[in-house]
Each structure stands twice: as structure tokens, then as C-alpha cells.
């Protein structure tokens, strides 16, 4: 065998994953799947934003209603409640360990 067999060969067998994609990339344009996976990932993405906006939603939500409590809270001390007779503030849920 010769050097430039060799280097076909080893040319031959490297290049046989690219030309795989690239077969395999045809066939999802020309089936149309690789527009389906582009609408899924869009999708994705557009649900983690708005899973994101949710989160901070929420976190400025329970913000104003904890500084609303407490605002009460202070009113009714300075209106003469006694601090034991107030409920006390509630403890966070503990959280369940991932395994």
C-alpha cells in the first residue's frame, strides 16, 4: 500500500461522520423535522421565560405581602395590641431533599 492509499483511506474513514450529518441534515430539511425541532426548542425556550417572569412575580409578590404584614402588624401594636396576643410569624416550609 502506498502513502497515498493510506491517506485516502484514513481521509475515507475520518470523513464518514461529517458525511453522515450531512446526510442526515438533508433528510430533516427535506422531511420537514428539522423545522419541528426548531418550533420544540423556540417552545422551550419561550416556556422558560415565562417560567422565569413567573418566578419573579411571585417573589415580588410575596415581598409586598410580607411588608403589608408587617405593617399591620405595627399598627396594631401602636393601637394598644399586645405582641403576645398577635400570631406569630409563619415558619417557611422545609423543603424536600432531591435523591
Not at 423556540?42 to 417560567?51: I, M, Y
Amino acid at each position: 500500500m502506498s502513502v497515498q492509499e493510506v491517506v485516502a483511506f484514513v481521509v475515507a474513514i475520518g470523513s464518514m461522520p461529517a458525511i453522515l450529518k450531512l446526510i442526515d441534515w438533508a433528510k430533516a430539511t427535506k422531511s420537514g423535522r428539522a423545522h419541528a425541532e426548531r418550533e420544540r426548542n423556540r417552545n422551550a425556550l419561550g416556556r422558560l421565560v415565562e417560567a422565569e417572569d413567573e418566578a419573579e412575580f411571585q417573589t415580588e409578590w410575596r415581598r409586598i405581602i410580607s411588608e403589608h404584614a408587617s405593617h399591620v402588624r405595627r399598627i396594631a401594636i401602636e393601637w394598644g395590641v399586645p405582641e403576645n396576643k398577635l400570631p406569630q410569624w409563619p415558619k417557611p416550609p422545609t423543603r424536600a431533599k432531591a435523591q
